[in-house]
């Protein structure tokens, strides 16, 4: 009866061990002579904050756009859910892209769209009907803070509550792992705090966050893991790490 279990179950472990995404030697050059990624060899488990760091140039949005699909490496592989990117018909890259949810340094907001507008936008493009739409947003907006904003223009938002809207956006189709590419770049220490804090609450929920970062503080202050880079190599891979040391 103890520390027996049946098989379902020990698959169902060793399916959740199996890392959710892997970069297997992976290379990336836009020009041979100079690549940007050089053998890049990772994994990352479901569920982890990792933290990507670096200076500009290093290589660190370049590794997430090859993770969504945006770009393919011109040597090894990227796998995502044991599969390779690779592998997925072209048609299908916007189902694919519907695992990541991403955030930009610079928004990216529509402005000519309301606050629910930018967020419902994200729902319209996969599809959503207006019913599930209207049902949906509040609350999505009511978890970053900006319920009562719904009805607010871009111009109308401070920078950190324009990124709300952006984590907003990201979120609202529940995404397997939310991508924040130098999320807090442009705002000031409160709405980093608040940005940084709404990141942590989404990984308590189980989403796999990947950090994009040159800010040294909300590294070390996030004990968290730590994924350098230096030139397109990565030179160190620390669970609890620190921005350096």
Same mark, same amino acid.
């Given at each position: ?34 690549? /940007? ?14 933290? *990507? ?23 090894? #592989?990227?796998?995502f859910g044991?599969? !390779? ?5 072209? =048609?299908?890259?916007?189902?694919? =892209?519907? $695992?990541?949810?991403?955030? *930009? ?8 769209? #309301?606050?629910?507008?930018? /967020?419902? *936008?994200? @729902? ?10 209207? =049902?949906?947003?509040? %609350?999505? @907006? ?16 401070? %920078? ?6 952006? @984590? ?17 770049? $442009?705002?000031? !220490?409160?709405?980093?705090r608040d940005?940084? $804090? ?5 990984n308590e ?13 909300? /590294?070390?202050?996030?004990?968290? =893991? ?20």
């Amino acid at each position: 009866m103890f520390g027996i279990q049946k098989k379902s179950d020990l698959r169902k472990e060793e399916e959740m061990s199996k890392p959710l995404i892997v970069f297997e030697d992976v290379s990336m050059a836009y020009d041979e002579r100079d690549p /940007v990624l050089k053998n890049v060899a990772l994994s990352i488990q479901e569920g982890e904050f990792v933290s *990507f760091v670096g200076p500009s140039g290093a290589g660190k949005s370049t590794l997430m756009r090859l993770l969504y699909a945006e770009e393919f490496s011109t040597k090894g #592989t990227v796998y995502f859910g044991g599969r !390779p990117t690779t592998d997925i018909k072209r =048609r299908l890259l916007p189902y694919y =892209r519907r $695992n990541f949810g991403l955030v *930009f340094q610079d928004f990216k907001l529509l402005p000519n769209k #309301t606050v629910f507008e930018n /967020v419902a *936008f994200a @729902l319209e493009v996969a599809g959503w009907t207006t019913k599930n739409i209207k =049902r949906e947003i509040p %609350g999505i @907006l009511a978890v970053v803070g900006l319920e009562k904003k719904s009805d607010m223009y871009p111009y109308q938002l401070s %920078g950190g509550e324009s990124q709300r809207v952006s @984590l907003a956006r990201a979120l609202v189709h529940r995404p397997h792992v939310l991508v924040a590419d130098e999320p807090t770049g $442009n705002l000031d !220490p409160k709405a980093t705090r608040d940005i940084m $804090n709404l990141l942590l609450k989404m990984n308590e929920f189980g989403a796999t966050v990947l950090l994009a970062t040159h800010a040294k503080d909300i /590294v070390d202050d996030l004990g968290k =893991r730590v994924i350098a880079l230096e030139e397109g190599v990565v030179v160190r891979d620390e669970a609890n790490g620190r921005y350096s040391l």
